[in-house]
């Protein structure tokens, strides 16, 4: 069993589509918390499925590296074997990364490297781009630069808008988030020899 802590800044549908996959005793996932930095209304999904909650607000510390601190403490209290990003609209700083090197993942929505950054979708549009996707990857120190684990990719239709195309987009992030945590677990226990 992966334990996986995760953390979003907004409504949470990633969490929640995570949350579903893990009531089947077959998927090999357990959420153990969700932590935010702000009272963000997707933690109403970790409530619901009663799992931990931590809210870390950046606006409470002197500087970004003890406002890391004190997430990193709260997300290995709960002993995660993987951290995912999930709509955490933060950028972390190197020590926060170092320390779960290997163990960070963040999903986005762009065909990485293209379109990095908070505004990936209106960026795609603004830039006319016929395609974009999601992609899910391991953090390093940059903003969404670390290593490529699985990138799917979607047409952009005609006349869209930037909602639009993000629900689009949000519904293959989902499947493919789902997919993508099964997929480290079961490679985990594999070199476990479980
Ligand atoms: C997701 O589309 C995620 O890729 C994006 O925020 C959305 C969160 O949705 N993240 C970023 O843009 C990070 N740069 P959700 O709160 O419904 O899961």
């Known amino acids: 069993m992966l334990s996986v802590v995760v953390l979003i800044s ?11 996959a893990a009531e089947n005793p077959l998927y090999p996932v357990k959420v153990v918390a969700v932590g935010s ?4 209304p997707g ?16 606006s409470r ?6 406002w890391a601190k004190t997430l990193l ?48 979708v209106r960026d795609a549009l603004q830039a006319g781009a016929k395609k974009t996707g999601v992609t899910i ?11 490529v684990i699985v990138q799917q990719e979607l047409t952009i239709n005609e006349g869209e808008s930037e909602s639009e195309l993000h629900e689009r987009i ?12 099964e997929k480290l677990a079961l490679a985990k226990s594999a070199s476990e020899g479980n």
């Open 137 to 147: 990857h391991y953090v390093d120190a940059g903003v969404d630069t670390g290593p």
């Open 10 to 20: 907004g409504s949470g549908s990633n969490l929640l589509a995570l949350l579903k």
């Open 170 to 181: 949000k519904v293959i992030e989902r499947a493919l988030l789902v997919e993508t945590i």
């Open 73 to 120: 403490a709260n997300v290995l209290h709960h002993q995660p074997d993987l951290v995912v990003l999930a709509g955490f609209m933060k950028i972390l700083p190197e020590s926060f990364v170092k320390a779960l090197e290997g163990k960070l993942i963040n999903t986005h929505p762009s065909l990485l490297p293209d379109f990095k950054g908070a505004h990936a």
């Open 43 to 58: 933690l109403e999904h970790a409530e619901l499925f009663e799992v931990d909650t931590f809210i870390v607000e950046p």
């Open 37 to 40: 930095d702000k009272d963000a």
């Open 61 to 66: 510390f002197q500087d970004k590296e003890q």
